[in-house]
């Protein structure tokens, strides 16, 4: 079982990036998933999440990232993506993906109650870096 982040660079405030997760040696189908970043010096925070569904997906996005990052999930691919737009400096971080077990609550996903310890497998991470 892995997963394998991917998408992360420099970029200038103002910018954008798409991080891409795949995962291999399972299938996503029935995995809601999360981003999270750690920034130098502090905890690791969750950004973003996305439930297993298919007609009825549902996300829960930080305050801090809302009207600028969007979730979304290719199951067909394996693979779920992180667009991020208008990037702040504040943005700075490791992001690294991960799974929820399937029997995790939609509704408590999209609360955003879901805690790192809940999620059972992390990806290596991808540097972000945004800097003039």
């Known amino acids: 079982v892995q997963l394998q982040a991917s998408g992360g660079g420099l970029v200038q405030p103002g910018g954008s990036l798409r991080l891409s997760c795949v995962a291999s040696?399972?299938?996503?189908?029935?995995?809601?998933m999360g981003w999270w970043r750690q920034a130098p010096g502090k905890e690791r925070e969750r950004v973003s999440c996305?439930?297993?569904?298919?007609?009825?997906?549902?996300?829960n996005y930080a305050d801090s990232v809302k009207g600028r990052f969007t979730i979304s999930r290719d199951n067909a691919k394996n693979t779920v993506y992180l667009q991020m737009n208008s990037l702040k400096s504040e943005d700075v971080g490791v992001y690294y993906c991960?799974?929820?077990?399937?029997?995790?609550?939609?509704?408590?996903?999209?609360?955003?109650?879901?805690?790192?310890?809940?999620?059972?497998?992390w990806g290596q991470g991808t540097l972000v870096t945004v800097s003039s």
């Open positions: 040696g399972f299938t996503l189908d029935y995995s809601g």
């Open positions: 991960a799974t929820l077990p399937a029997h995790y609550s939609d509704i408590s996903l999209q609360m955003g109650l879901s805690r790192a310890d809940e999620y059972d497998y």
């Open positions: 996305i439930s297993i569904g298919y007609s009825d997906v549902r996300t």
